[in-house]
């Protein structure tokens, strides 16, 4: 694309959005030393750069698992894992410091890159390392002496929060300290969300070897559960394996209160960008708890669904809508469920013909408002028309124009709107359009 191309504005307009929602959070990236050793990693140093220079503050955690095994091979010495977990002993340990330092000065020596023509061309990332990990050793497990394998014991938030603020990049290896002042060989996707957690970072994101987590019919799953997540994990499915050490830093930082965690395959090509500012993103977005509740509606959920709109309705917000007639349309219905209670709902009306979908009754119980419950949902919804292959959504609203607009849609009026739907005279409801 050139920078003559319409394509090219296009692209830069429609990110913006996201480079604003984007400016001044806190990202911790990880990958593993596959991608030290790569090609891939040089355009991973500029995309990173290209992050910083928009305002977002990254935390880099680089892995060294490969270095460390080319290193125990020249010494003729084979790696030892248990449970997925390095077995580290002396010469191990030797390996790991060689390792992480090497990547550490290797990545430096990336973003110091200047050159003019380059994409590095006037960056000046500043990068932070150093002993801002607190390790414990795993000790003897089933009889079994880990040595010098360590556990995350603290992170120091603190300091590391100061170099982000003057706009440096945090570089993380996985090697931590302890008190008795020995270094411990700490697994990187731990670190990564620990990290992530300790700083109350907004994103964790883990590049992936292979293809990611995908589908039956090989396609990269857009969204996750925790619940979902977890089973997978603990189903211990085939191509799991590959990635469950990053899936599972990616449910401990969304437990500990990290809102959203990505998993991309390092492979694609600007994946990051790609994921974080376009809709549709490329990887796998594992989601804060409260995506857990969402789900779709079952008949036994119609009476819940009734006490939740009937008031609304009543008041003129909703349409009313009888028992029968959600029965009927259940299917329709996706709801957010919290402690066995529904506390919000949205639906999905298709009019495949015209490729476009309502996006109705959008409701959300009067206690659980103004946290972006509804947000979601009808973000939730809009996807789902997007997968059904709908080119727009619409939404009849007495009362909530603004929440509509100040989510992208356009004022329209009733001659767009499919055959079949009218606007009812007494509700005289306002169309809003939002195109994909
Ligand atoms: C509209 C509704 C779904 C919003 O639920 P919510 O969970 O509070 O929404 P979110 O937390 O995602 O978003 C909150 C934001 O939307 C704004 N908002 C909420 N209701 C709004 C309304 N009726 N008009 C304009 N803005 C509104 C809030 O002020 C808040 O913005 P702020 O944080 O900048 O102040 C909820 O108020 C509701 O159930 N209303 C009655 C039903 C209805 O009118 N549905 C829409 C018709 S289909």
Do not use: W
Request: glycine letters at 10%; a positive charge; proline letters at 4%.
């Amino acid at each position: 694309m050139s920078e003559h191309s319409n394509d090219f504005v296009g692209f830069l307009r429609s990110s913006a959005p996201y480079i604003h929602a984007h400016r001044g959070r806190t990202f911790v990236i990880v990958f593993g030393g596959e991608a030290m050793a790569s090609r891939g990693i040089r355009t991973l140093v500029h995309d990173v750069a290209l992050l910083m220079s928009l305002g977002i503050r990254v935390v880099l955690v680089a892995g060294a698992r490969p270095q460390i095994d080319e290193r125990l091979a020249l010494r003729g010495l084979e790696p030892r894992f248990e449970g997925g977990l390095r077995v580290t002993d002396e010469a191990a340990m030797a390996c790991a410091k060689e390792a992480s330092g090497t990547n550490r000065v290797e990545l430096e020596a990336l973003f110091s890159t200047a050159l003019p023509n380059s994409p590095m061309a006037g960056a000046r990332v500043r990068v932070a390392t150093g002993n801002y990990l607190t390790a414990k050793p795993v000790g003897v497990i089933d009889g079994l002496d880990f040595k010098y394998t360590g556990r995350v014991r603290r992170v120091d938030h603190e300091a590391i929060r100061r170099h982000l603020e003057a706009g440096q990049l945090v570089l993380l290896t996985p090697i931590g300290y302890s008190a008795t002042g020995e270094a411990f060989n700490l697994s990187t996707p731990e670190v990564a969300s620990a990290a992530a957690v300790a700083l109350g970072a907004d994103k964790l994101i883990c590049l992936v070897e292979g293809k990611g987590l995908v589908d039956r019919g090989g396609a990269v799953r857009g969204e996750l559960s925790i619940a979902e997540a977890e089973r997978l994990l603990s189903s211990q499915k085939k191509g799991i394996a590959a990635i469950g050490r990053d899936l599972q830093a990616a449910v401990d930082a969304v437990r500990g209160g990290v809102r959203r965690a990505h998993i991309i395959p390092r492979r694609i090509e600007g994946g990051i960008l790609r994921e974080l500012f376009t809709r549709d993103g490329v990887g796998t977005l594992i989601s804060a708890e409260r995506f857990e509740g969402m789900r779709e509606a079952r008949l036994s959920d119609v009476p819940s669904i009734l006490e939740l709109i009937e008031p609304l309705a009543e008041s003129g917000q909703l349409v009313r809508r009888p028992k029968e007639m959600l029965e009927e349309h259940v299917d329709r219905f996706t709801v957010l469920e919290r402690d066995g209670m529904i506390v919000a709902c949205v639906a999905v009306y298709p009019y495949p013909q015209k490729k476009t979908a309502e996006i109705a009754c959008v409701a959300v119980h009067p206690n659980y408002r103004s946290s972006g419950r509804a947000g979601e949902l009808v973000e939730y919804a809009e996807r789902r028309a997007r997968e059904q292959g709908m080119t727009s959504v619409f939404v009849l609203t007495t009362q909530a124009e603004h929440f509509f607009r100040e989510r992208g849609y356009e004022p329209s009026s009733e001659k767009h709107l499919p055959s079949g739907k009218k606007v009812d005279p007494k509700r005289n409801s306002k169309v809003f359009v939002k195109r994909f």
